[in-house]
């Protein structure tokens, strides 16, 4: 199992430029999300999905957008980028949504805005 | 709302010195804990999983302990080395999955 991967690792975008953030999981897993770590804040949650079709918004969704079309893949997309949005972006999933399971994170994506 | 806090923010020990980081949540209804440990610029590494249901969980130096009641978790690493250095972060799991962590807590140990 690759486990999660996130791609790109790296990313500079000029403000207002779109882009989307991949994320995929080969471990069938149920639920996937979306967080952002800033210093000092900890991660934050922004999308969510308890499985293909459904997702919802966490703490801190303006400006992204997300869906869910496989089990496998959770793309996020910056639908207009700004300097506000630099950050390091972390997905994770995990088995099943309500159940005790751990959560499983990817590698992360730096996201700089300009 | 479930806040999570951790006391200290940081953190600077001896080598061989125990290690104690706190982790304090507001809201006990919780599906469980978990503590991950971030190197400088990586991704998280989960350490342990604590099930609401449990008290502690071990694995070689590190236990860690939750008092779901009190809203408080421990973690515990048994004679610290320099390769512990590194920022240690909980969350709690509540409704709907989502994870509430932590701001963390960066450990540096000095040889």
């Known amino acids: 199992n690759a486990g999660v991967t996130q791609t790109p690792k790296f990313q500079v975008l000029k403000t207002g430029q779109s882009m989307t953030l991949q994320c995929a999981q080969d471990?069938?897993?149920?639920?996937m999300s979306w967080y952002r770590q800033d210093p000092g804040m900890g991660l934050r949650l922004i999308h969510y999905?308890?499985?293909?079709?459904?997702?919802d918004q966490g703490e801190v969704p303006n400006g992204y957008n997300v869906s869910r079309s496989t089990t496998e893949d959770f793309p996020l997309r910056l639908l207009s980028a700004a300097p506000s949005q630099t950050s390091v972006y972390f997905c994770?999933?995990?088995?099943?949504?309500?159940?005790?399971?751990?959560?499983?994170f990817g590698p992360g994506t730096r996201l700089t805005v300009t | 709302k479930q806040e999570v806090t951790q006391i200290p923010a940081a953190l600077s020990v001896p080598e061989g010195e125990n290690l104690v980081l706190n982790c304090s949540f507001t809201?006990?209804?919780?599906?469980?804990l978990q503590w991950f440990r971030q190197d400088p610029g990586k991704g998280l590494t989960s350490l342990l999983l604590?099930?609401?249901?449990?008290r502690e969980q071990t694995s070689g130096r590190l236990n860690a302990s939750l008092d779901k009641s009190s809203g408080r978790s421990t973690l515990y690493i048994a004679a610290s080395q320099p390769g512990d250095s590194a920022t240690y972060l909980c969350?709690?799991?509540?409704?709907?999955?989502?994870?509430?962590f932590g701001a963390g807590t960066q450990v540096v140990v000095t040889p």
């Open positions: 994770a999933s995990s088995p099943r949504t309500y159940e005790t399971y751990e959560q499983y």
């Open positions: 604590i099930q609401s249901s449990q």
């Open positions: 969350a709690v799991k509540g409704s709907w999955g989502k994870l509430q």
């Open positions: 999905s308890v499985g293909a079709g459904i997702t």
């Open positions: 809201d006990s209804a919780i599906y469980n």
């Open positions: 471990m069938n897993h149920e639920y």
